[in-house]
């Protein structure tokens, strides 16, 4: 099984927070799609020949493309690749160019599965983050979404916003719940170096949200959900009806996939690799064929360290037989000696040779996985 991303790196106008790559410069959107034409044909040889289970279309904003644009990259995906008839291909979307009409036209091109950037129903923090589109218009996005045939839809939130008061929260919570979308990815904001928010925050013209405050709206985030019927399958994701993103759950649990487009990664098992995170850089090595990305050979710990930093984050957890049988008897004994103390301190619990995070581990997570990894 094998998954593709492709990175579409246009925005309309940038979030306060974001740090994905992105340009507002639209004029380079046709020689870049000659370009990622280009990459589908000369990358294929990186799945060699495995089916292709999952395409995402992630950015950056896909639903900058046109109808036909996007029927044009499909096509070519479809002729290049073995991609299985029951494939899940995701877009994400920005709810603004979400009209009844873009709806149909992502429905009928063969995209089933959508991923819109909501962030947030009250309008005041949709404005403070510098988002194109109001809290309705992002319900009404969902909404016709259904009208035009969607049944797996995703939505983003994003909670530990400056100002965002736990009630706040919690009502966003509930907002979604009464939507018709099946998944739903809650992010705490994160304040990445070269994005107006941080700059504000180094600067003291913006307030971090305490962690006391963070801690309890990632607690209010997981009980809405168990109350809601959201099943919690990764740290930040949560599904009702078990419609778990296939595509990020390959990531999750070592899956290859090939990354197209400007910043995109790619991973065979053996490599990682990754393109270079700029549309001009990336359209002039294509077309002169020479080298748009850098790649890194594994080493054996690198695949542990891997392995861990990945399927920890999920609800199926790491095995003892895998670590074992992939990775030999001395990482297997570092991992059992390391993981005690966490199943001591109930920040893990294990149930026949499955290691998982607890709700308290969940909170801790970044520091667990950071001891678990051979340096
Ligand atoms: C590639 S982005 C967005 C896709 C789409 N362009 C949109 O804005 O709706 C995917 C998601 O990452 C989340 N995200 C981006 N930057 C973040 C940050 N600094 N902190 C937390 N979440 C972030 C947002 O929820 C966003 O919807
Ligand atoms: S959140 Fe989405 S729309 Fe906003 S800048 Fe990032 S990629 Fe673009």
Same mark, same amino acid.
């Given at each position: ?294 790649? #890194?050979?594994?080493?054996? *710990?690198? &695949?542990?360290? @891997? ?6 984050? +999920?609800?199926? /957890? =790491? ?20 993981? #005690?103390?966490?199943?001591? *301190?109930? &920040?893990?619990? @294990? ?6 995070? +607890?709700?308290? /581990? =969940? ?13």
């Amino acid at each position: 099984m094998a998954g593709i991303y492709i990175h579409i790196p246009f925005c309309r106008q940038k979030c306060y927070y974001c740090n994905f790559y992105k340009t507002v410069n639209q004029n380079f959107t046709s020689i870049f799609l000659n370009a990622l034409a280009n990459e589908i044909v000369s990358g294929k040889y990186f799945l060699s020949s495995e089916p292709v289970e999952t395409i995402y279309f992630g950015g950056g904003t896909p639903s900058v493309l046109t109808e036909n644009e996007l029927v044009e990259i499909l096509n070519l995906l479809h002729k290049e690749f073995t991609v299985t008839s029951d494939a899940e291909i995701t877009f994400e979307a920005n709810p603004d160019d979400l009209n009844p009409a873009y709806l149909n036209s992502l429905f009928s091109s063969g995209v089933n599965r959508l991923s819109i950037g909501i962030q947030s129903f009250n309008d005041e923090h949709l404005k403070k983050m510098n988002r194109r589109h109001t809290a309705k218009q992002a319900v009404n996005s969902v909404g016709n979404a259904v009208k035009a045939g969607f049944n797996n839809i995703s939505i983003d939130l994003i909670y530990g916003l400056p100002g965002l008061t736990s009630q706040q929260w919690k009502q966003n919570l509930d907002d979604a719940f009464q939507l018709p979308a099946e998944h739903l990815s809650a992010y705490h904001l994160t304040y990445h170096e070269g994005t107006p928010f941080y700059t504000w925050l180094k600067k003291g013209t913006l307030t971090e949200l305490s962690e006391d405050k963070s801690v309890e709206q990632f607690n209010i985030l997981l009980d809405s959900c168990l109350d809601a019927g959201f099943e919690q399958y990764e740290i930040s994701n949560f599904t009702r009806d078990k419609k778990y993103s296939k595509h990020n759950t390959a990531y999750w649990t070592g899956g290859k996939y090939l990354g197209l487009g400007p910043s995109a990664h790619s991973f065979d098992g053996e490599k990682r690799r990754w393109n270079v995170a700029h549309v001009e850089a990336y359209c002039n090595a294509i077309e002169n064929k020479t080298s748009y990305f850098q790649e #890194e050979q594994l080493s054996e *710990n690198d &695949k542990f360290n @891997e392995y861990i930093l990945t399927n920890i984050r +999920t609800k199926w /957890g =790491l095995s003892q037989e895998t670590i074992s049988e992939r990775f030999g008897k001395s990482r297997a004994d570092f991992f059992t000696r390391e993981i #005690e103390k966490y199943i001591q *301190n109930k &920040k893990i619990t @294990e149930q026949n040779g499955i290691f998982t995070l +607890t709700r308290a /581990g =969940l909170f801790v997570s970044d520091d667990i996985m950071a001891n678990l990894m051979i340096i």
